[in-house]
């Protein structure tokens, strides 16, 4: 049974039939078998999950994991198997806190795949019956009705005004008109009114189709294959922690060949050297940092999910902090997804309507001010209409107001209920006599409708909400401060002038009439609706959602993009963009805007060209999607994208990170992201992207702060054993150094909240290293003064007190010396008096438990004996304490340079 054809929409229901071999009675039921067994079950591709041993040595994969998997074999093979386990723990505990991250976000997004579904309704052999959906085969007669998804592509053969939301496909936020008549061959997808899509939405009427592809054959399951052959890149952060990982590999290599050439030539035993050489290579990597860096995304991980964004990957979580282009859906992610009445227009007034969504609360205001809906008898005769002439209701379901039914219906329900007119209140004193339902070649809905007008009195009336043009060719009436006239010329020019000024502003218009007919007219036709009274315009549109201007705004400030990707046509497209603050006001779109098939018209160079200016990209298809991402990747940018429907989720594994809606998202989509938000709102976006740079200067700090100890121990060893000196530090000593005081420490700096300006800065570019110029002076600077402060006492107290007591002053200082240096890399460039040296609670509680402990070492007699340590009076705690705060002061010294613009701002 052939079903090659791709263009079913160009075809007649009845070629689509004989081609399918199959007809109104359906196919039988052998024949469904033999054909299920061909086509296979009607089901979408997926891949495997990832296994929980797999998932959890996926943390390993890491230069810095390698590199400290060789230092703990090289310290178990040289004889310290303490060091060896030491690193090893350091090395799980890091894996253990990426691998239970992951699996929460895992658990918190783990759903059944809502999209296709579970039984249909079918005609086999002339009868009609519930099968599973994924035992339908091309050529099967499948029903539909409202509320129902579309379990495969289907082309339709009958419709009673059927519409279905496409805007999982197409990122359209109208319901899509459906007919049985074929369309042209090129029609874009948006367009395809003969066809019903897999995971779409039949929102009004019903009828029946037949199934002309299965599975990953549909739309929706060539865009979810399309998704295995998108390759996942690994983060920037990865990347720049690979590469900090091995240059501190070299680095240590470097350094241990310099301290073994530094011994031979002092004329030590090549054999002892190279035990020293070996343990202050394993020192002189920060051992601590695979960890410190595991809670700096995890902390980062759980303040974003306060924030409404929940990490799929801890690393992701650093990647929106050096985002500098966000591509966004513009449905549900800009807007509400939800259509809302926002003006009235009558002969006597223009009225703006205020409100959110379909929740049934808003005000009426003309030139600014509160309009009195009970003071304008003609405007509360037309939201009653409104009101009453739909199938449609507002239901409120676990917080949030939805529409059961059109969505553009849902609109005019929510409309009535602000002016007083709830919909379910109505019922109970009015009836409906007789209706002719909305079709797309009609063009409005009309019904015969009995209630009690104003004066109390009972009267019918023929109430039609539709299309203006339709309505105005069957008027002959007007009301106007709330007296009938004849609809003169001049009535019906101010009318047509509101219809297109509403149009201009991308809104969607219904226009209102009624005529009061006798008591006895029982049924509703056609040729009844003519003379009718115009009572006005209602324009409304999927509206931007609370803040997202302010939102976009705050990205501007932020040095970040913004374009908006959107299957939407290109004045509604237009229309938000201009009100959410992508296009200025009264902005030329020339140059800012394209469609589909114009960029389906450039060459790679030529798109390239265009996104230097390019804000917007209406109609644009799946593939356009990923083309624009990839482009944008390829001119060097770090690209956001958004989205909820399956049209979106190529683009957003294609991005640098994808952000997937939780609430509107397809199950495709969130498996495909990165991040989801659970409130759908572009808003929480720019707050993980705040969080993001958080993120990223915490890691940028704690890097620094760590290789600053690291480097501070080598250079003190290396100088000691330049100047002839015994050696300040055993390796036991600096193990400690590495894992405990700068543990608690660097871990209490992952908790350093927002200072305020961090949507001020420019963002990072992709390339930026961790350890950037002003961070690397000011380790090498530092590390200095560390090496001389340490040394300097060693010195004096090994002329006074002894190896082990002048051992255990350097171990003194060395520490004071990293607590101190501790609030200073709290910012690059902020004062610690400016910040306040009790706004990170953590840091102080980091700093008073190093304290407590290293007071332990010294005056335990067991801890003493296994770190090589002495007691001390309290006159060399006192010395190490003023010795080291040395460092705090030439940092400040070094900030106040940064700030007065000395050094470089680009260096940070």
């Known amino acids: 049974m052939p079903n090659e054809r791709r263009d079913w929409h160009a075809q007649t229901a009845e070629a689509a039939l004989e081609a399918l071999g199959s007809g109104a009675e359906g196919l039988s039921d052998a024949e469904a078998e033999t054909r299920l067994r061909t086509h296979g079950p009607n089901e979408l591709p997926t891949e495997p999950p990832v296994s929980r041993l797999l998932l959890f040595l996926k943390q390993f994969h890491s230069a810095l994991i390698y590199i400290l998997l060789a230092a703990a074999l ?20 890091n894996g253990t806190i990426g691998f239970a991250q992951e699996r929460k976000a895992e658990a918190a997004l783990a759903r059944l795949k809502e999209m296709v579904v579970p039984t249909v309704a079918v005609k086999r052999g002339d009868r009609v019956m ?3 959906a994924r035992s339908l085969v091309p050529g099967d007669l499948v029903l539909v009705a409202e509320g129902g998804r579309v379990p495969a592509d289907l082309r339709i053969v009958t419709a009673v005004d059927l519409r279905a939301d496409e805007s999982a496909l197409t ?52 865009i979810a294959r399309s998704l295995s052959v998108i390759k996942r890149e690994r983060t920037p952060l990865e990347r720049r922690v690979d590469r900090l990982g091995r240059t501190l590999a070299v680095a240590a290599v470097a350094l241990s060949g310099i301290i073994f050439l530094i011994g031979i030539l002092r004329g030590l035993e090549p054999i002892e050297m190279f035990l020293v050489a070996v343990a202050m290579a394993v020192s002189s990597i920060p051992e601590g940092l695979p960890a410190v860096l595991a809670v700096v995304l995890a902390v980062g991980v759980q303040r974003m999910a ?108 929510a409309l009535g209920a ?127 959602r609370k803040g997202v201007a302010d939102a976009i705004a705050a990205c501007h400030t932020a040095g970040i993009r913004v374009i908006m990707n959107t299957g939407d046509h290109r004045e509604t497209a237009v229309a938000i963009a201009r009100e959410v603050g992508i296009l ?62 399956i049209n979106d989720a190529p683009a957003l594994k294609t991005a640098d990170i994808g952000v997937a809606m939780g609430i509107a998202g397809t199950d495709v989509t969130k498996e495909v992201a990165e991040m989801v938000l659970t409130d759908d709102n572009f808003v929480s976006i720019v707050s993980a992207v705040e969080e993001g740079r958080i993120v990223y200067r915490n890691v940028k700090q704690t890097v620094a702060y760590l290789v600053t100890t690291n480097v501070g121990e080598v250079v003190t060893i290396l100088a000691s054993l330049a100047l002839g000196m015994p050696l300040p530090l055993l390796p036991a000593q600096i193990l400690w150094l590495n894992l405990a005081t700068d543990g608690f420490t660097g871990i209490a700096l992952a908790a350093e909240k927002r200072h305020g300006d961090e949507l001020t800065r420019p963002p990072r570019a992709k390339d930026d ?14 590390a200095a003064l560390m090496a001389i402060g340490t040394l300097a006492l060693f010195e004096w107290a090994l002329g006074t007190n002894g190896i082990e007591r002048a051992r255990t002053v350097a171990f003194l200082s060395m520490v004071f010396f990293q607590l101190w240096n501790v609030f200073s890399m709290r910012s690059a460039a902020d004062s610690i008096f400016t910040l306040g040296w009790r706004t990170n609670k953590w840091v102080v509680r980091g700093v008073a438990l190093s304290v407590a402990l290293v007071a332990a070492l010294v005056y335990v007699p ?8 002495a007691p001390v009076g309290w006159e060399e705690w006192a010395l190490a304490l003023a010795v080291s705060s040395s460092v705090l002061w030439a940092v400040e010294l070094y900030k106040i340079l940064i700030r007065r613009g000395v050094v470089p701002a680009r260096w940070l």
């Open 171 to 222: 990122g359209e936020s109208v319901p899509s008109a459906k007919s049985t008549a074929p369309v042209a061959p090129e029609a874009a997808q948006g367009d395809r009114k003969s066809m019903l899509f897999m995971g779409t939405l039949v929102t009004s009427g019903e009828g029946a189709g037949v199934v002309v592809e299965t599975g990953e054959r549909t739309v929706f399951g060539a």
């Open 74 to 93: 090289i310290s178990l093979l040289s004889g310290h198997p303490f060091d060896a386990l030491a690193i090893l723990i350091i090395v799980l505990a």
């Open 306 to 413: 306060r924030r409404n964004a929940v990490t799929r990957r801890l690393p992701a979580v650093e990647t929106l902090g050096v985002v500098d282009v966000i591509c966004t859906d513009k449905t549900g992610t800009l807007t509400e997804n939800q259509m809302t009445a926002r003006a009235v227009v009558t002969l006597t007034h223009e009225i703006q309507v205020t409100g959110e969504g379909w929740e049934p609360k808003g005000e009426f205001r003309a030139d600014g001010e509160k309009l009195l809906v009970s003071d304008h008898p003609s405007l509360m005769h037309l939201l009653r209409v409104a009101a009453v002439c739909n199938k449609a209701e507002v239901l409120l379901q676990d917080g949030r107001w939805i529409a059961n039914g059109d969505p553009t219906e849902a609109a005019l329900v």
């Open 584 to 645: 200025g006001a009264e902005e030329n779109a020339e140059g800012r805007v394209f469609t589909d098939a114009e960029v389906a018209a450039m060459d790679d160079a030529r798109l390239r060209e265009v996104l230097a200016r390019a804000a917007v990209f209406a109609r644009v298809s799946p593939q356009t999607k990923v083309r624009v991402v990839g482009a944008l990747k390829a001119l060097g940018h770090t690209v956001a994208m958004t989205g909820d429907g």
């Open 862 to 869: 067991a801890l003493q004996r296994v770190f090589g340590l």
């Open 130 to 132: 519930r099968v599973e």
């Open 769 to 782: 290293r961790i350890l950037s110029k002003n961070l690397l002076l000011m380790t090498l600077a530092t």
């Open 418 to 544: 602000k002016a007083g007119y709830e919909k379910h209140d109505l019922a109970r004193s009015e009836r409906t006599v007789d209706e002719i339902p909305f079709s797309s070649d009609r063009k409005y809905r009309a019904i015969l409708h009995d209630y009690a007008g104003s004066d109390d009195q009972p009267r019918r009336e023929i109430m039609v909400v539709g299309a203006f043009e339709v309505l105005l060719a069957r008027t002959s009436a007007a009301v106007e401060s709330g007296h009938e006239h004849p609809l003169t010329a001049v009535a019906a020019g101010r009318l047509e002038e509101a219809n297109r000024d509403m149009a201009a502003r991308a809104m969607r218009i219904l226009a209102v009439a009624v005529k009061r007919v006798d008591p006895s007219h029982a049924e509703l036709r056609e040729e009844d609706l003519k003379d009718m009274t115009m009572l006005g315009l209602i324009g409304m549109i999927d509206p931007p």
